[in-house]
Nanobody
Framework: QVQLVESGGGLVQAGGSLRLSCAAS????????MAWFRQAPGKAREFVGG????????YYADSVKGRFTISGDNAENTVYLRMNSLKPEDTAVYYC????????????????WGQGTQVTVSS
């Protein structure tokens, strides 16, 4: 199995940028379909974007398309979420997840989850 640890969250002003990291251990992230989710207070968890095993496919939710970029570094065994042009509505706890055979980007299922990292965007 794989363990996932997110980092890189923080407080940023609207229009700013952050890069989140999801460090994998135990197995290489390329063994899984990787995804980023977020959950704002009082709201359901929301799919942000995902990376296929080969890295050939990257899929983004419409709400972040053109602003967020997912990438993977095999040498570091880490998946990144680069977030640009941040908006207050991007404020949430961001989670990375790994799935062995998700049938849906949005619904997964995803088998492993990190603990999350808080992103707060001030207006």
């Amino acid at each position: 199995q794989v363990q996932l640890v997110e980092s890189g969250g923080g407080l940023v002003q609207a229009g700013g940028s952050l890069r989140l990291s999801c460090a994998a251990s135990g197995r290489t992230f390329s063994s899984y379909v990787m995804a980023w989710f977020r959950q704002a207070p009082g709201k359901a968890r929301e799919f942000v974007g995902g990376l296929s095993r080969s890295g050939a496919r990257i899929y983004y939710a419409d709400s972040v398309k053109g602003r967020f970029t997912i990438s993977g570094d095999n040498a570091e065994n880490t998946v990144y979420l680069r977030m640009n042009s941040l908006k207050p509505e991007d404020t949430a706890v961001y989670y990375c997840a790994a799935g062995q055979n998700p049938t849906s980007w949005y619904r997964g299922p995803y088998d492993y989850w990190g603990q999350g990292t808080q992103v707060t965007v001030s207006s």
